[in-house]
């Protein structure tokens, strides 16, 4: 069974330009999450879709910043405009809740790292 | 918000040593779980506990949750090249899907 997948793998942008980025969740996962790495500190939580709607969206740092799952598939994570302090590798998990409740294990895909000179 | 404090910022050990690393919060959580990032790669998932108390092990790894549910630590027996790598925890509280994380534990082993 496939994993799941993030493209591209590295992303190096101009500060002001658009990126978007791509995750594919494992099949059959309706849980979807988007979380940010910034150099040498936490993995930050930013957001959590349950197929295409939006669960939770309290990590977004602000508008410039639009995830989208259309179709409850795949999920798309655009920066416009790139900042510097976007830089970061971002990743996208996936899980398929266990019956009674939310211990479930979320699969994370490789990254994306962005690069915003 | 909710923070997790990871300890140390990173090791560097001789292989066959044992390793410990540990996370404290100021808020408690119903899951905690250890995560481990290899280079290139996203995080994978070692050890989950539920129960206050718990000791899980999972080969030569060890983890622990902190009885008052705001600690936790992961112990390496005898280590090997291949758990070198980046060890994350991270808590889960009733009700939520989000993880939180701490900043992580950069391991290097030396042969």
């Known amino acids: 069974e496939a994993g799941v997948t993030q493209f591209p793998s590295h992303s190096v942008i101009e500060k002001g330009q658009t990126v978007t980025l791509r995750c594919d969740p494992i099949?059959?996962?309706?849980?979807l999450y988007w979380y940010r790495r910034v150099m040498g500190k936490e993995i930050k939580f930013l957001l959590h879709f349950v197929k295409e709607s939006k669960q939770d969206e309290s990590g977004m740092p602000n508008n410039r910043f639009l995830a989208e799952r259309t179709g409850g598939t795949y999920s798309t994570l655009k920066v416009q405009p790139a900042e510097l302090e976007d830089s970061g590798v971002y990743f996208c998990?996936?899980?398929?809740?266990?019956?009674?409740?939310?211990?479930?294990?979320?699969?994370f895909g490789p990254g994306t790292r962005l690069t915003v000179l | 918000g909710q923070q997790l404090n990871q300890s140390p910022q990173s090791m560097f050990i001789q292989e066959g040593e044992d390793v410990s690393m540990n996370c404290t919060s100021s808020s408690i959580f119903n899951t905690w779980l250890w995560y481990k990032q290899d280079p290139g790669e996203g995080p994978v998932l070692l050890i989950a506990l539920y129960k206050a108390g718990e000791l899980t092990s999972n080969g030569r790894l060890t983890a622990q949750f902190g009885i008052t549910r705001k600690d936790s630590f992961l112990n390496i027996s005898a280590s090997i090249p291949s758990d070198v790598g980046i060890y994350f925890c991270a808590g889960q509280t009733s009700g939520t899907y989000k993880y939180i994380f701490g900043t992580g534990t950069r391991l290097k082993v030396l042969a």
């Open positions: 099949s059959g996962h309706d849980n």
């Open positions: 998990a996936s899980s398929q809740p266990l019956a009674g409740g939310p211990l479930n294990e979320q699969f």
